[in-house]
């Protein structure tokens, strides 16, 4: 196939492209709008193929709570159109884009759904995939599939929702998909805790999680990376910030956030956040506005909350960490040195400690195609892993390389 840039502009031109890819032995470089093009390996490929082009929603219902947007499209645009109707993503995906250089919204729906980050919200509404009811995409072979129904390809064994999120472009090349959404909650409210240790806070956090009022994100943040949000309450305050949201109707939000503070008095709970403040904090959490400031790798690290504290805690006496704990501590957005390897051999050791995974986000290239940049597989998922792959991309043409270096 000629080398150089693709965006085709329909399903059809994509899977011909692919076709072509196969017959010559072309390796692919799959992406969207580029927002995430330096996250893992860099791809050896002979040539681009872009969703970019591929723009549009061809079916919203917003009475049924359910969108078909094709790939390409860009989150801005459907996040405007589901706000025209007092709706959202309920998942609240991270936007990377500006992370690395990108325009606000810039990302596409695609990307979003094929690396499956999501965002504070999870907790309490899942991940990206939970809200995937159904895709379409072209596989390594050229063909189209899709997900329930009548299949051009068949697919049968496969949730192929679940299986191509968050397989970042190297199983197959989604051009469809369809997401349920949700209504937008009108009030928000964010209750503060200062000054906690990162043990403390996580604790504080799990409890908040264990009452009834339902709370949409737990976030405790180190002082070096508090003081880079815009507020200036928590920019000011010189110190730890632990911040507990939550969302719904005017009357019952207020109440609920009322009710978080009595059940945390003994973690002093100083500072409670309008739904102006709490939208214009958590959209600067979403956007990783607090990690844009500095080139220093970002780690994004999975792990149970009852070690997090630990686990930060061990790799701080090995390196400087400023760390920002989500989820309550279930996952951690790590900013290491420059190091030449970020810190790699070290997050690598502690976490076959204390258990987990760490993705590297943001490096330099050298750094990238020196290290693994998405956790090793043990051998048994491996296995699996590389037979996933041979049975949607048999010769290895999509995005090869990208998680793994031979797959």
């Known amino acids: 196939m000629r080398l150089g840039f ?18 010559t032995r072309t390796p692919l470089e799959v992406m969207g709008r580029g927002t995430k093009r330096e996250i893992g390996h860099p791809v050896g490929s002979g040539a681009v193929v872009s969703t970019e082009a591929m723009v549009g929603v061809p079916v919203y219902e917003p009475t049924e709570l359910v969108m078909v947007a094709k790939t390409g499209t860009p989150l801005a645009q459907i996040e405007a159109q589901l706000a025209e109707n007092d709706q959202e993503l309920p998942f609240e995906p991270v936007d990377l884009g500006q992370l690395l250089g990108y325009a606000p919204g810039e990302a596409t729906i695609g990307g979003v759904v094929a690396t499956n980050i999501s965002g504070s919200r999870r907790i309490l509404k899942g991940a990206a995939r939970d809200h995937v ?34 397989s970042w472009g190297t ?29 403390t806070a996580i604790e504080a956090l799990c409890i908040a999680m264990g009452t009834p009022y339902e709370v949409s994100g737990g976030l405790h943040l180190h002082a070096a990376i508090a003081e880079r949000f815009s507020n200036e309450d928590i920019a000011g305050a010189g110190a730890a910030v632990t911040a507990i949201r939550v969302e719904n109707a005017p009357a019952s939000a207020r109440y609920r956030a009322n009710s978080l503070k009595q059940a945390l008095l003994a973690y002093g709970p100083a500072l409670e956040l309008d739904t102006e403040r709490s939208r214009a904090f958590w959209g600067e959490v979403r ?99 590389a037979k996933l792959k041979h049975a949607f991309d048999p010769l290895g043409i999509l995005n090869p390389g990208r998680m793994y270096r031979d797959m």
């Open 6 to 23: 693709h965006a085709p502009e329909t399903e059809e031109e994509l899977a011909h492209l692919v076709a072509e890819a196969v017959d």
């Open 171 to 199: 199983l197959a090349i989604m051009t469809e998909v369809a997401l349920k959404v949700l209504p937008a909650h009108r009030e928000v409210r964010t209750v503060i805790c200062f000054g906690l240790t990162d043990q």
């Open 287 to 385: 956007s990783l506005k607090m990690f844009q400031s500095t080139p220093n790798p970002l780690w994004r690290v999975s792990t149970t909350p009852s070690a997090a504290a630990k686990l930060v805690g061990n790799l701080s006496r090995k390196m400087r960490v400023n760390a920002a704990y989500d989820w309550s501590g279930g996952m951690i957005w790590m900013e290491t040195p420059a190091l030449t390897d970020g810190g790699a051999v070290d997050i690598r050791r502690t976490l076959a400690e204390f258990g987990g995974h760490a993705t590297l986000i943001r490096a330099e290239n050298a750094t990238r195609s020196g290290i693994d940049v998405f956790q090793p597989l043990d051998p048994p998922i491996a296995s699996l892993t």
């Open 133 to 166: 009811l159904g895709m379409r995409a072209v596989n390594g072979r050229g063909e189209v599939i899709k997900s329930g129904g009548r299949v051009m390809k068949n697919v049968t064994g496969y949730d192929l929702g679940r299986t191509l999120a968050g």
